[in-house]
Structure formats: C-alpha cells, structure tokens
C-alpha cells in the first residue's frame, strides 16, 4: 500500500505490517521545511491510526543525505517569537515521533545534521549506513539545535560528549556514532532495509499493547523541562546579528563572520 497525500513524504506499508516513511526533497538533501513538519505530524496521526502498520522505518530520499536540517532558508527569515514557535512545532512533532505507539526505527543513511539528528534521535533506534554523518552543526549558524537535540542528546551519549558535540558542531561518521551509543547498528547501505526490517520484525512478534507501553514506559524517564528552555534560547538567537549572519553566510555559500553581536 502507498500514500498518495503527501507532497514531500512517501508512505509505503508492506505485507508484514511495516511501514516504510521515506523523507522526499533530495535536491536540499531532505531538509525539514514547514511543509515536511506538517506532513510528519499528519503521517504519525495516520500511522498511530492505522491497525494495518505495526512499526515504522523513517528514512531520508537518495543516497547523500538522511535529513540535512532544518531549512536554513526559512530559518534566515524568523525574529525571536516566530524562531520560540518554530522550536516549539518542531519539538510538539518529535515528541509525537518519540511517543508514537508503534517501534519507530531510522535508517540514518547519509548527513543527519541539525533537525536531521534530531529527527533521527526521536526515534526509538537508528541504524546508519556507512555513510552517515551525525551532527549538530546549528553554533556554526549562530543557532542552537531547536527541534530537541540539546536534550536528546545528552540522553544517549551522555552530557560530557553531547558538550563537546553541540559546542564544537563537529560532525562524526557512522562507526563513531555507534561507539558512542548514538546508534543502535551500522551497516552497508544495500542492507540497511533488511536490517531495519528484521528487528521490526522481532519486535512484531511480541504484543502490540505490550510495546506501545514499553514505549510510554521508557520515555516517561526522559520528560524535562529543557525543552521549553532550548524553545526559548533558539528564539532568543533569532534576533542576533550573528545568526543573520551565520544563516545568510550558509546561503551564500562563505564563512560566516561573526561578531559576537
Ligand atoms: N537547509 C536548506 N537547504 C539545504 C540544507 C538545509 N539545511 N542543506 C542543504 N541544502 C541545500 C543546499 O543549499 C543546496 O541547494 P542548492 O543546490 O539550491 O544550492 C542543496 O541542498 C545541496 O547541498 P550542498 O550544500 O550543495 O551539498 P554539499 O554536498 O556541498 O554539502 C552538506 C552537504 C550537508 C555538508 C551541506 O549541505 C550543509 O552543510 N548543509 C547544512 C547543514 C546544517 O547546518 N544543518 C543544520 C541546519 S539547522
């Protein structure tokens, strides 16, 4: 079964009850504009929905990228309360994505940067192809990671590592993602469908009730207050000179100067 109702997502279900939500704008290597967001939040309703879909694999279109990040186009445009609002859709959507009832696995199969390694840590567990690249590159825009990802982040790779990750922006390759704890597997990307399918496959034999609890359960432990805080910071960043100039340096395709402004 395919979805026709979605302009930048593909929705495939197959017959052992996985559904496949493959993120669908290659030429800007996946990133999540407003349409994409809102396409992800009526695509999970419908998944959550839909007794025919036991678990979900998310996935990026093409072979570079998983999701490239937030859209630094639009980004570029927002002040303080509409950057606030953004964080805060963005964040409402992973957490839908991160509560969903039913096993949630990415395969991570190229950049993850930005709202793509969110994305992909809102999930339940990542599998990366040998190609991916994780990171929160958002300081090098003058920006902080937005959609979760100064709270997640902690939470999977501990907070020492995620300092070092969002401070830096530097990115890292699949085997150290791994390492870390920040993915679940690596593997060729020519497996990497198998791979995903096979443990949504052991997770399908157990009782459906059963894991959406298991779910709830472990994502109880995980609730902050830091998100309205990450909200808050990022449109506070809105308004600076230097994400101006982080985010027009990024469309322009220089260095960004920044000023401290
Ligand atoms: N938002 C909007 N457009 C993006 C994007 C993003 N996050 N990431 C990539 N694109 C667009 C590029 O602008 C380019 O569009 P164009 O062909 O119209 O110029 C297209 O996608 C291809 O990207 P390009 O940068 O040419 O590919 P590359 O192979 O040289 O570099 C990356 C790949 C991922 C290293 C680079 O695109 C990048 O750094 N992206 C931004 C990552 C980021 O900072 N994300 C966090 C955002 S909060």
Known sequence: MTSAQFDTLLLEVD???IATLTINRPDKLNALNA???????????EI??????????VTGAGDKAFVAGADIKELNRLNSTEGQKLAAKG????????????PVIAIVNGYALGGGAELAMACHLRIATENAVFGLPEVSLGLIPGYGGTQRLPQLVGKSKAMELILTGRQIKAHEAEEEGLVNDVVPSEESHEAAKK????????GPVALSKAIAAVNAAYRS????KEAELFGELCDTEDFKEGTTAFLEKRKADFKGR
């Not at 349409?35 to 309703?45: G, N, P, T």
């Open 15 to 17: 017959s052992d009850r």
């Open 35 to 45: 349409q994409v967001l809102d396409e992800l939040k009526k695509a999970f309703e």
């Open 48 to 57: 959550n929905g839909d007794v025919r879909i036991g678990a979900v694999i």
């Open 91 to 102: 964040q409402a959507i992973f957490s839908q994505i991160e509560n969903c009832t039913k």
């Open 199 to 206: 443990i949504a496959g052991k997770m399908l034999k157990n």
């Open 225 to 228: 207050e830091g998100f309205s």
